[in-house]
């Protein structure tokens, strides 16, 4: 286990564990289980499944998350991030298409803790995060004004454009007691943390809008109010084991999606945690929330759910009402298997708008249209890949949207590292500031004659394809022929196969014309790609000089030497 860098907290979450730690532990608990309930309806309804999938992913993923995380109080479960993804595999594979696919990206999952790159998920650009948050938003916005206006419309086009035009022409259509419902609750949800902290608005809304739909379809007469019960058979039977059918072709089909499924999951568990860490103190095991996830996507398939992730929402809750470790977690999905095995026919009378107006203010929240309206005054580079990807998951796919911004982020920054790297050429006098490889004291600066026949060129940054084939371009443009060449690598991080072509070449064409290459302050990490890749040897251990002023002086000791 250790080995693969696996230790749940819950395993230290338990010495010196105090009655009244458990206390809070189970109140906690029981509070967030109430809060998780409405969400994972909504969550499991908008997503094209029963609501009865959304518990039982609620409680397999939440008990598997908490007991074998790496976070001590996160809350696992359905969120809306996989709304959309959901869907799109839903509609063009089958249910069975999206329990292969959630398989399969409990798999990714698992491989990436295994692998460590728990910490390299966090290096995943912010405007990505951004825009496809912002963008899952809008589209999660657009699924609900359906049911939210009561228009009773079916069959609509899955593409972003032509379904506004649908709706945009079905309003003359709207049913207002639907639309009061779900402005009713959003209306709730939105005051009921004015008047206590203790409920849930979503839960309070739920309670209400029930009641208050029961009245008006029984004492009011009042048709077209649709509830749960309308279109789904509410059942509170554990479902049975669930094999999916697995085959190559459609694995190959899948692997994009839950490639997707994959990168989402580990992007929202790890920030979920991370901002509990900053709440509660502590440090998360980032490469083991991976692999609790993945071992979560794994099983839950197997039940009928949906993919499972952290969500930061619940987890907070969970903190705020004095969680401390993981048996508040594990107690949120007992409490939600004791609704789900007592309770399940109750959820038949809620109305279909309420649960709009529920996921109307969850898309609001998600959108961050604060950090968007801040980012738009940041790099124009920042903005373009926010802009991409928002569009791309609106519009197209959220895999594609991914990918593409991904790449488009990887592009923007080569050439950020690109442009911010010099390649400066000195033939007569060389401006040496101080620094540890010169030998200096910090704050000095002079400027050195260089010996006639001698040119300098310093690389400053990483010496990758993007700089070698410009210093190669800058070197050949050189019309005079020195007698030496030093290459001043004191400010080069590291070299990739392209540098090391390159300077390969370069230092069979000087020795071909008489000119001998000179390295200065080369790094060790650099030092060690030289010799790996024989290098070294090609140009010899006497012109690798550590420092600027021993590079010199080999130079004029070479030139002394065939002057003779």
């Known amino acids: 286990m250790q080995r693969l860098n696996f230790r749940p907290m819950l395993i230290d979450s338990l010495k010196g564990y105090t009655r009244q730690g458990l206390t809070r532990d189970l109140l906690a608990g029981l509070i967030v289980g109430i809060v998780a309930l409405p969400m994972a309806i909504a969550f499991a309804i908008a997503s094209g499944v029963s609501p009865e999938v959304g518990l039982v992913t609620a409680v397999l993923g939440g008990l598997i998350v908490s007991a074998l995380g790496g976070s001590s109080v ?128 979503s839960l309070v809304a739920i309670i209400v809008m029930t009641i208050v739909c029961y009245l008006l379809k029984e004492y009011a007469g009042v048709t077209g109010l649709d509830t749960i019960g309308d279109r789904y058979t509410i059942s509170s039977k554990i479902p049975d084991l669930v094999v999916p059918e697995l085959s190559w072709a459609t694995m190959q089909h899948l692997i994009g999606p ?88 109750l959820m038949a009378y809620i109305p279909m708008a309420c649960l709009s107006g529920v996921l109307v203010v969850i898309s609001y929240n998600m959108s961050g249209w604060r950090s968007v309206r801040a980012s738009l005054r940041g790099p124009k580079s920042d903005i373009a890949v926010l802009a991409v990807t928002f569009f791309l998951t609106v519009l197209f796919d959220l895999t594609i949207a991914i990918e593409l ?47 006639k026949g001698v040119e300098v060129y310093e690389i400053e940054g990483p010496f990758f394809f993007g700089i070698a084939n410009r210093f190669e371009e800058i070197v050949l443009a050189t019309k005079a022929r020195p007698k030496v060449r030093i290459l001043r690598m004191r400010q080069v991080p590291f070299m990739d196969s392209t540098a090391v072509r390159n300077l390969r070449i370069l230092i069979e064409t000087s020795q071909a014309e008489g000119i001998q290459l000179v390295l200065s302050g080369v790094r060790p990490s650099v030092h060690e790609t030289l ?34």
């Open 258 to 345: 839950a490639f997707t499924i994959a990168l989402l999951g580990a992007i929202e568990s790890l920030l979920s945690a991370s901002v509990a860490d900053g709440v509660i103190g502590e440090r998360h095991r980032s490469n083991t929330e991976l692999m609790a996830q993945g071992v979560a996507n794994i099983i839950v398939p197997f039940f009928g759910g949906i993919p499972v992730t952290g969500a930061i929402a619940r987890t907070m809750t969970n903190i705020n009402n004095g969680a401390r470790t993981p048996i508040a977690g594990i107690t949120h999905a007992l409490v939600l298997l004791l609704i789900f095995l007592f309770l399940m026919p």
């Open 405 to 451: 911004g991904l790449l488009l982020s990887m592009l923007l920054f080569m050439r950020r590292i690109i442009e911010s790297t010099r390649i400066v050429v000195s033939r007569d006098k060389l401006h040496v500031h101080s620094s540890e490889d010169d030998g200096q004291l910090a704050g000095r600066e002079e400027a050195l004659d260089l010996p």
């Open 74 to 201: 996160q809350i696992g479960g359905p969120t809306g991030a996989f709304i959309i993804i959901v869907l799109g595999i839903i509609g063009e594979y089958g249910q069975g298409g999206l329990l292969i696919a959630t398989l399969m990206a409990g798999i990714l999952l698992l491989l990436m803790g295994a692998l460590k790159l728990g910490s390299l998920i966090k290096f995943i650009p912010y405007p990505i995060i951004l825009g496809f948050t912002a963008g899952i938003a809008v589209t999660i916005f657009t699924t609900q004004v359906n049911d939210l206006l009561g228009l009773g419309l079916t069959g609509l086009p899955k593409e972003f454009v032509p379904k506004w035009g649908v709706l945009l022409s079905s309003l003359g259509s709207v049913h207002l007691p639907t639309l009061a419902i779900g402005l009713g609750s959003i209306l709730l949800i939105q005051l009921t943390p004015r008047l206590t902290k203790v409920v849930p608005g």
């Open 531 to 564: 010799r790996a890749t024989g290098i070294a040897d090609l140009i010899g251990d006497t012109y690798i000089c550590p420092n600027i002023h021993e590079a010199l002086t080999t130079a004029s000791q070479y030139i002394a030497q065939i002057s003779e």
